[in-house]
């Protein structure tokens, strides 16, 4: 079935297991399942999270999709705060923000809204921040044909901020560099002043 609203293709047979889960979960949990605010609810979070990890079911150069483009430019292209939301795999816990992208082309561009979609593809996992920039530097380098790339992600993670040690300010700061990057001081500070 296909939702309207996000237009992904849900399962059935997926979001069937799934909703019999969740609906085990939340009388393991102590609720009463039949009463009017949850009969529906197990359904409903069982596409919610199939619609949040469907970065399992995307690739990369589809989602580029032939968007790469000649070009003679070779100074940097930085794309700030590209907002994002993924679960953190520990918790199953949201942890959201923004990451920056910076690139030196080589032969290439590619079209902006690609460099957005790949980082939702790799959000839209269960994972760590830290892998997360990581695979996202490493893809980004690997399809763009880049002589270098940087990423920034900052991140604020419910793990931290409603369990545990409930800090509620705190921020993580990750990079991840590939090529040209990873020698040249002078590119990073480049890079790090075009975010400020």
Do not use: W
């Not at 809204?113 to 996992?125: E, G, L």
């Not at 993670?157 to 409930?166: I, Q």
Request: hydrophobic fraction near 40%; charged fraction near 25%.
């Amino acid at each position: 079935m296909v939702d309207a609203q996000t237009n992904e293709n849900y399962p059935d047979d997926v979001i069937k297991a799934l909703a019999h889960h969740y609906r085990e979960i939340l009388q393991l949990l102590g609720e009463d399942v039949s009463r009017e605010g949850l009969l529906k609810t197990p359904e409903r979070a069982a596409r919610a999270m199939y619609y949040c990890t469907r970065g399992y079911r995307q690739d990369a150069d589809k989602v580029i999709n032939g968007a790469v483009f000649e070009a003679n430019n070779h100074e940097m292209v930085v794309v700030r705060n590209i907002e994002f939301y993924s679960l953190c795999e520990h918790h199953l816990l949201p942890f959201f923000g923004h990451v920056s992208v910076g690139y030196i082309p080589g032969k290439t561009i590619v079209g902006l809204s690609k460099i957005a979609r790949i980082v939702d593809m790799f959000a839209r996992r269960l994972q760590v921040q830290e892998r997360f920039c990581d695979e996202l530097c490493a893809v980004l380098y690997e399809k763009l044909g880049a002589q270098g790339v940087m990423i920034e992600c900052r991140a604020s993670h419910l793990c931290m901020k409603m369990r545990g040690v409930a800090k509620q300010d705190s921020i993580t700061v990750t990079t991840a560099s590939r090529g040209i990057f990873e020698v040249d001081s002078s590119l990073r500070s480049q890079f790090f002043s075009a975010l400020n």
